[in-house]
């Protein structure tokens, strides 16, 4: 399944840190954050809540443009070998210059070239989607709508929401989502991942989002997965991330195939793939164990996933190409 070319749509940047590299980081930077390495150098996290403390503490060795350089090359490097040649990831100015404008252009002009490279030598096409972290609260997503705004164009693609589903409610966010609309991005936002198919509900409705990150606990309210067919809404699915995470108990249990059935817009993703121990290509597998699905049907959901991308038309032009291939 590794030779199939593949879209992901859902990765987050800091997330796909394989934990040697963040470890290298730390030493450099004298950190002690070995707490969140297991015995053979694994994240180790108890459950999403604990997953979110591990990950922000690994972020905590990303200090500089330099160190999100280095990320996007040691990231783009398992893109390619799982056969990935476009990929949308979530970046949070949080993170990267702790949403200082002068700051994040420094840290996106590093991150850029990073993707630059990687296009050239490695044929996988990076964009980004910067993403507020919803249990950092509402002002600060404020700023980071401004700097998104700030930096809109033919790289930063679009804007979304991620951490904490439990904290707030989307409409809490619904400032900083008009910024980027008005800013021409375009807007996804995780739901329905830890809250239930309500939480889906409300984002399209607060936010008017165009896809949504997981969005699979919509199969337990059907005449919700209608209307999401119906009114084309794009799902990122994440099966890899929640299993490991416990939302089911493995792929066969997971909702993806009868959303699909259904008529819903699913497209595959790792979301954070060390710590869950996959990959796009171990995706692919375990789909294909789990549902039988053939080439034909990965063949569908990537342009599917190519259709519902942020990026311009002439990019989706020339992906298009390739997984015509
Ligand atoms: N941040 C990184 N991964 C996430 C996920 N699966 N859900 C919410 N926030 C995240
Ligand atoms: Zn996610």
Known sequence: MSGLPKVELHLHLEGAAPPAFIAGLAQEKHLDIAGIFDADGNYRYKDFWDFLKVYEAATSALQSPRDYQRLVSAVLEQSAASGVVYCETFLSPDFCGGRDLGAWREYLHAIREAADA???????????????????????????????????????????????????????????????REAGLRLTAHAGEWGGPESVRDAVRDLEVERIGHGVRAIEDLALVDELAERGIVLEVCPGSNVALGLYPTFRDHPIAELDRRGVKVTISTDDPPFFHTTMAREYEELHKAFDWDDGQFRKIARQSLDAAFCDADTKAKIAKLLEA
């Open 118 to 180: 990687a296009e050239r030598d490695m044929g996988v096409t990076l964009r980004g989607i910067i993403t507020c972290i919803r249990h950092f609260g509402p002002d600060k997503a404020r700023e980071t709508a401004r700097c998104a705004a700030d930096t809109a164009g033919e790289w930063i693609v679009g804007f979304g929401i991620a951490g904490d589903e439990k904290v707030g409610a989307p409409k809490d966010y619904r400032w900083a989502f008009d910024c980027a």
